[in-house]
């Protein structure tokens, strides 16, 4: 859903809610001031002896009189001001929120401009490489609009509410995960509509296909040219019962729009689900549902913006026309093996006015190409590394080819023996591992040629292995953009590169401004094919001739050997026939090592861990808990646990981040070495793992042996809902057996949520942390992780161990094992019992008709059942009889004499909870934890420490 931390425009100062003004103090009765003339005049009275001056008494209470009012008036007229002064704060607060939320809101929608808004434009953006969110209407959001300071009365707080709420802006959703619409047709076809047209602005033709129904309701979108253009990635439209469609299709990457009548007619699994319920109310989501105005299109409004995007198709030149045939194939030129020369990487790429043009990167050392799109540019990176491959084997020249568009661009040469890795589109998470490889890369070069005494590739014998390795970079300048750290390493190749054998070929559509001077200066062999502006074309090969290229001739170009001569030429195209003659040719050659692992496999499992480890092999002693990726060494290691040294195993991860799966692989393992019996799983309800924990305990105390392993799945959540006195003694179990398991050559391994779910005795009793993917970077740096390896749509079973990125093995989770009930309570068992109820009554009446031979007194029953329930208890029951005292935890309590006997002569029984236990219990240990207070309970026989029972079944 939206996110409104990206529409708040920068540089605002926070807003701050006006303070209250103090009450003024209220003036006092200035005593001292009235008293003063009086007592004056009655001294002037008594020397003078005129009476005359007693009249000055008068003055001193009248003037105080007078100031009393006068400063009461002026505290009033304070307090007006203030209250005046404030509420025209308020009042400037109220429009300087209602001004942020209008840029707010204006952000907003330029962002998700909305499908009315992109109908209106007319011309398609095409500028996203997959669909991004959809504007599926007007909502209600939070805005990022905070006001500091407390609120002093309602209105303030009113005004608080008002301030974090941004009404009217769009909430949109990702196609990703996919779009489901019901209610009316109309409707849903509208809102379907709407989501569809802003999809086909966003992404280009040939970025992605999009599939509809061939009913009359879609044909609208006929001539739109995604849907004649061919793309990997589609965006498929079903409707109705056509609803049930796949994902998947082909190999390629599926987008799913729905419409349904109602929910059940969607597919299962889609991300987001509008109900539209009339054209100006829908709601979003499922559980907390959002209301929103709905965003809709017409059939005539979204056909005429159909007409627009396909005129700007053809203008262009993606209405789905064939590309132009090629001038040149790359199997009519020379592509005669090498001598074996190490000095030299000089192959045919195209031809010139004057011959074949030939390119050798070993004197380049490096390459610069420009091109825009459509100018060939992939298709001539493909000629030159399959021309480098068919004349060089793999033990004298290896490539590296990185796609920075995500596409397939490379796909006709990534099955040759000399390509060591492909890489498209690295994630953000890739970045550092390929910085770190490559200076691996570096390292390992300069530690081979000074082993042999060697200061350049050239120079070394043929019996060393260190083929020349080429880097190809097709879209040099996003990779720099988003990752500018990679930038800085590929200067440090081109600075280092032609002594350690290691050359590179950057592609860009417009390298002026973004390759760095340090690089493009060992840029000696300088090619562009055909640019849009003449500044490109000059700051590449010195002429402004690629800028005059017609976009007609693909693959057409200007060149620079590297000898400072330009000359026109047109690339050759790598023919089938071309690729295949390479690779047969190099057939039975050893393939080179790779200096660029590939990333770890999405998941993993026991039988496909040789495959990625490689030569590497695990400790068949250790359990195997996954494959960490160790760029720095450029190589793959086996994460091995060993519990005698590594102690008890915590595996830490969100819901749905592998735990189980890992759990469960481990588990495996150890069931296969030492048996079924070998692994106790701590799982099912409550009164089960109660007891597995109590018998784990009891088995630590005498010295028993355990189980190999002990496992315990979801131990943060595991207490949460057992009683205090239970859920302390549960925790207080787990740090036993955890801190004791290393004695008796037993392991235990525990997963949770977070490490800060675990309490402090179980975190300092823990030896080993698997890290899997947490739901923030802080929770995983809280956990002991490193931040920069944190990623928020991490696979299952992907996850980092002792700093290095790792995926960890998964298994299906064995069935749970069906617990074996208790045996239920018989009241005829014991020929005196003391039953102490939540509901006496109903369980006196249901003992009664389960035993009717027995005598139930009933101690609510009045003081004739008192005085009968103390003779019962203090003379027992007749031989072969059965008498049962009932009654509450108050009964009992208040009863103590009666309490007392009942515990020295009686057998327990407890019907209720811990309470109920207490009121009646002979010790103070917990007793078994019940799954069902109601249907289960305890019975306490009179020498015997307590059992769990079923209660008697009622019968309604």
């Given at each position: 859903m939206s996110d409104p931390s990206h529409w708040s425009p920068p540089g605002l100062i926070p807003l701050a809610l006006p303070p209250r003004p103090p009450e003024p103090a209220r003036p006092g009765f200035p005593w001292i001031a009235s008293a003063a003339p009086v007592v004056g005049a009655t001294a002037i009275w008594a020397v003078t002896g005129s009476t005359f001056a007693l009249l000055f008494a008068v003055l001193g209470p009248l003037v105080?009189?007078?100031?009393?009012?006068?400063?009461?008036?002026?505290?009033?007229?304070?307090?007006?001001?203030?209250?005046?002064?404030?509420?025209?704060?308020?009042?400037?607060?109220?429009?300087?929120?209602?001004?942020?939320?209008?840029?707010?809101?204006?952000?907003?929608?330029?962002?998700?401009?909305?499908?009315?808004?992109?109908?209106?434009?007319?011309?398609?953006?095409?500028?996203?490489?997959?669909?991004?969110?959809?504007?599926?209407?007007?909502?209600?959001?939070?805005?990022?609009?905070?006001?500091?300071?407390m609120p002093s009365d309602d209105d303030d707080a009113d005004l608080l509410r008002s301030a974090g709420r941004l009404t009217e802006v769009p909430l949109t959703a990702e196609v990703d995960g996919g779009l489901g619409f019901t209610g009316p047709r109309s409707?849903?076809?509208?809102?379907?509509?709407?989501?569809?047209?802003?999809?086909?602005?966003?992404?280009?033709?040939?970025?992605i296909a999009i599939e509809a129904p061939g009913t009359e309701a879609w044909q609208w979108i006929a001539g739109l040219p995604h849907v004649t253009v061919p793309a990997r990635a589609r965006l498929r439209v079903v409707d109705g019962a056509a609803a049930a469609a796949s994902r998947e299709a082909d190999g390629d990457r599926v987008h799913l729009i729905a419409i349904g009548a109602t929910p059940d007619e969607l597919p299962p699994g889609l991300a987001t689900v509008v109900e539209l319920r009339h054209r100006g109310l829908a709601v979003v989501g499922r559980g907390t549902a959002i209301p929103v105005v709905p965003e809709l299109a017409g059939t005539v409004e979204a056909g005429a913006w159909v007409e627009r995007a396909a005129i700007a198709g053809r203008r262009a030149g993606m209405d789905g026309a064939a590309a132009l045939p090629a001038r040149v194939a790359l199997s009519e030129l020379d592509l005669a093996p090498a001598a074996g020369d190490r000095s030299s990487?000089?192959?045919?790429?195209?031809?010139?006015?004057?011959?074949?043009?030939?390119?050798?990167?070993?004197?380049?050392?490096?390459?610069?190409?420009?091109?825009?799109s459509g100018s060939g540019k992939s298709e001539f990176l493909v000629t030159w590394v399959a021309a480098l491959a068919a004349i060089h084997p793999p033990d004298r020249v290896a490539f590296l080819l990185v796609d920075f568009k995500g596409?397939?661009?490379?796909?006709?040469?990534?099955?040759?023996?000399?390509?060591?890795?492909?890489?498209?589109?690295?994630?953000?998470s890739e970045a550092g591992r390929a910085v770190a490889s490559i200076r691996a890369e570096l390292r390992h070069r300069e530690h081979v040629l000074a082993s042999v005494g060697a200061r350049d590739l050239a120079n070394l014998g043929p019996d060393t292995v260190l083929p020349r390795l080429v880097v190809v970079i097709d879209e040099f300048q996003a990779m720099v953009e988003r990752f500018p750290e990679l930038g800085a390493v590929m200067a440090d190749v081109a600075a280092r590169?032609?002594?350690?054998?290691?050359?590179?070929?950057?592609?860009?559509?417009?390298?002026?401004?973004?390759?760095?001077?340090?690089?493009?200066?060992?840029?000696?062999?300088?090619?562009?094919?055909?640019?849009?502006q003449r500044a490109d074309s000059t700051a590449v090969v010195g002429t402004e001739a690629a800028a005059s290229i017609e976009a007609s001739t693909p693959g057409r170009g200007i060149a620079d050997a590297g000898d400072g001569r330009v000359v026109r030429f047109q690339s050759a195209l790598a023919d089938d026939a071309a690729i295949r003659s390479a690779a047969d040719r190099h057939a039975a050659v050893a393939l080179?090592?790779?200096?660029?692992?590939?990333?770890?496999?999405?998941?993993?499992?026991?039988?496909?861990?040789?495959?990625?480890?490689?030569?590497?092999?695990?400790?068949?002693?250790a359990i195997l808990l996954g494959v960490a990726d160790d760029p720095d060494r450029q190589r793959r290691v086996p994460i091995e646990w060993r519990p005698a040294s590594d102690g008890p195993l915590a595996v830490l991860g969100a819901p749905g981040s592998g735990r189980t799966a890992l759990l469960a692989a481990i588990a495996n393992q150890v069931a296969e070495r030492r048996g079924p019996d070998g692994v106790l799983r701590i799982e099912g309800p409550r009164s089960a793992v109660w007891d597995a924990l109590d018998e784990l305990d009891r088995a630590l105390a005498d010295g028993r042996r355990l189980p190999a392993l002990v496992v315990l799945d979801g131990l943060d959540s595991c207490f949460a809902a057992w009683p205090d006195e239970a859920r302390f003694t549960g925790i207080a179990r787990v740090e036993s057996i955890l801190r004791g398991v290393r004695d008796l050559r037993s392991a235990v391994v525990v997963s949770a949520a977070r490490l800060t779910g675990l309490g402090a005795g179980v975190r300092d009793a823990l030896g080993s942390t698997v890290l899997l993917r947490h739901p923030t970077r802080a929770d995983l740096v809280q956990a002991g992780g490193d931040g920069t390896l944190w990623e928020p749509d991490a696979v299952p079973g992907s996850g980092q161990w002792h700093g290095?990125?790792?995926?960890?093995?998964?298994?299906?989770?064995?069935?749970?094992?069906?617990?074996?009930?208790?045996?239920?309570?018989?009241?005829?068992?014991?020929?005196?019992?003391?039953?102490?109820?939540?509901?006496?009554?109903?369980?006196?009446?249901?003992?009664?008709?389960?035993?009717?031979?027995?005598?139930?007194?009933?101690?609510?029953?009045?003081?004739?059942?008192?005085?009968?329930?103390?003779?019962?208890?203090?003379h027992g029951p007749e031989p072969g009889s059965t008498r049962i005292v009932v009654g509450d935890a108050e009964s009992w309590t208040t009863n103590w004499t009666l309490a007392a006997q009942a515990r020295s002569r009686a057998?327990?029984?407890?019907?209720?909870g811990t309470g109920e236990y207490r009121a009646l219990a002979r010790d103070a240990a917990p007793p078994p934890l019940l799954d069902d207070h109601r249907r289960q309970c305890w019975v306490v026989p009179t020498e015997a420490p307590p059992e769990r029972r079923s209660w008697i079944p009622r019968h309604d």
């Open positions: 105080a009189v007078a100031s009393m009012l006068d400063g009461r008036r002026q505290s009033r007229r304070e307090r007006r001001r203030s209250a005046g002064e404030r509420r025209a704060a308020l009042e400037r607060l109220r429009q300087e929120i209602a001004l942020r939320h209008d840029l707010e809101r204006e952000a907003a929608w330029r962002l998700a401009p909305g499908a009315r808004r992109v109908m209106e434009r007319g011309i398609p953006a095409w500028r996203a490489t997959a669909p991004g969110p959809v504007v599926l209407g007007a909502a209600t959001l939070p805005s990022r609009v905070r006001i500091d300071g409707l849903a076809l509208a809102a379907a509509r709407a989501a569809l047209v802003q999809c086909a602005d966003a992404v280009p033709p040939g970025t990487l000089r192959v045919p790429v195209g031809a010139s006015e004057s011959g074949p043009l030939h390119l050798d990167l070993a004197t380049g050392p490096h390459a610069l190409v420009a091109g825009t596409g397939a661009a490379f796909d006709p040469v990534a099955a040759l023996p000399h390509v060591t890795g492909v890489v498209t589109d690295l994630a953000e590169g032609r002594s350690l054998g290691v050359h590179l070929i950057l592609a860009s559509q417009r390298p002026n401004g973004v390759v760095r001077e340090n690089v493009t200066a060992n840029c000696g062999i300088r090619v562009s094919l055909r640019v849009l080179p090592r790779r200096p660029w692992l590939d990333p770890l496999p999405r998941s993993l499992t026991l039988g496909s861990v040789g495959a990625v480890l490689g030569p590497e092999r695990p400790d068949p002693d290095l990125r790792a995926q960890f093995l998964a298994a299906p989770r064995p069935p749970a094992g069906t617990p074996r009930p208790p045996l239920p309570y018989e009241p005829a068992r014991h020929p005196l019992t003391a039953v102490c109820s939540r509901t006496p009554r109903a369980d006196a009446a249901a003992i009664a008709a389960a035993c009717p031979e027995a005598e139930v007194v009933l101690l609510g029953d009045g003081p004739e059942a008192a005085a009968r329930a103390t003779s019962v208890l203090q057998a327990i029984v407890v019907h209720g």
